[in-house]
C-alpha cells in the first residue's frame, strides 16, 4: 500500500528565504506526483505535476524535483513571500488510478 | 470562466438525515471524484467516476452514494449511514482517470457539520 509522508508538519521561515518542502512515499511504481496548495477554509490548487519519465518541473519561483528510485520529491521556493503562507500537499498516482495524499506542510512566510 | 464548482460552502445535518452535496464541471473533464478531508489526515477518497453512468469505490465508501448521470456532474449523498460525517469534502476532476498525464483540479469544497 502507498503511503505518502511529509516532513515537517509546520514550518516558519522569514520573507525573502529560499526554502525546500519534502515529500516521501513508499512505492516507487507511480504514474507521477503533483504538489498542491491549500489555504485555511479552500479547495486545493494544483502548483506542479511532475510525471515520473521527469526529474523536475517548474513554475516561476518554484521548482519541484522527482527522485522515483529513493522515492522522494522537494518543493523549492524561492524568495519566499508572505502570500505564500498556505498548507502545501504532495500527491502520488499509481497505477490503481487513484492519488495517495501526504498530511501536508503547513508553512508560514514571517514578513 | 472554466472550472469546478461545489455547492452549498456550508451545510448542517441533523441526525438520521441525507444530504446531497452538489459538484459541477465545465472543464469537459471525463473523470470526477470525491474527497473528505479531516483534521491531521491526508485526503481520502470516497468515490470515483471515469465515464457518465459509471463509478466506483474509494477507500471509504460506506455510508456515501453517488450517481453520474452527465458529464458536468457527479453529485454526493450522505446518508444516515455515514457514522461521522463532519468533515471538509472536497471534488476533483481529470481530463482522464489515472495514467500517466493524469492531473487533478479541485473544487472549493463544502463543509458539513452534524448537528
Known amino acids: 500500500k502507498q503511503e505518502v509522508t511529509q516532513i515537517p508538519a509546520a514550518l516558519s521561515v522569514p520573507e525573502g528565504e529560499n526554502l525546500v518542502l519534502n515529500c516521501s512515499f513508499t512505492d516507487s511504481a507511480i504514474y507521477n506526483l503533483q504538489w498542491f496548495r491549500q489555504d485555511p477554509g479552500k479547495g486545493l490548487t494544483s502548483l506542479l505535476l511532475?510525471?515520473?519519465?521527469?526529474r523536475e518541473q517548474t513554475s516561476g519561483r518554484l521548482n519541484a524535483s522527482l527522485d522515483k528510485s529513493s522515492g522522494r520529491s522537494t518543493l523549492y521556493i524561492a524568495a519566499s513571500q508572505p502570500g505564500d503562507s498556505a498548507t502545501y500537499l504532495c500527491a502520488v498516482l499509481a497505477g490503481n488510478e487513484k492519488l495517495t495524499f501526504g498530511t501536508g506542510t503547513r508553512l508560514t512566510i514571517i514578513p | 470562466d472554466g472550472g469546478i464548482t461545489q455547492s452549498p460552502k456550508y451545510l448542517f445535518r441533523k441526525e438520521g438525515q441525507n444530504v446531497t452535496l452538489s459538484c459541477e464541471q465545465n472543464l469537459n473533464h471525463d473523470a470526477m471524484y470525491w474527497y473528505r478531508q479531516d483534521p491531521g489526515q491526508g485526503l481520502r477518497l470516497i468515490y470515483y467516476?471515469?465515464?457518465?453512468?459509471?463509478?466506483q469505490k474509494g477507500d471509504i465508501a460506506e455510508g456515501y452514494s453517488v450517481s453520474r448521470e452527465k458529464k458536468e456532474s457527479f453529485p454526493l449523498t450522505v446518508t444516515s449511514a455515514q457514522k461521522n460525517p463532519t468533515a471538509f469534502y472536497l471534488c476533483?476532476?481529470?481530463?482522464?482517470?489515472?495514467?500517466?498525464?493524469?492531473?487533478?483540479?479541485f473544487g472549493p469544497g463544502t463543509r458539513l457539520t452534524v448537528l
Open positions: 476533483a476532476s481529470s481530463i482522464v482517470a489515472g495514467g500517466t498525464y493524469n492531473e487533478q483540479f
Open positions: 511532475i510525471q515520473s519519465s521527469q
Open positions: 467516476s471515469q465515464i457518465v453512468n459509471d463509478f
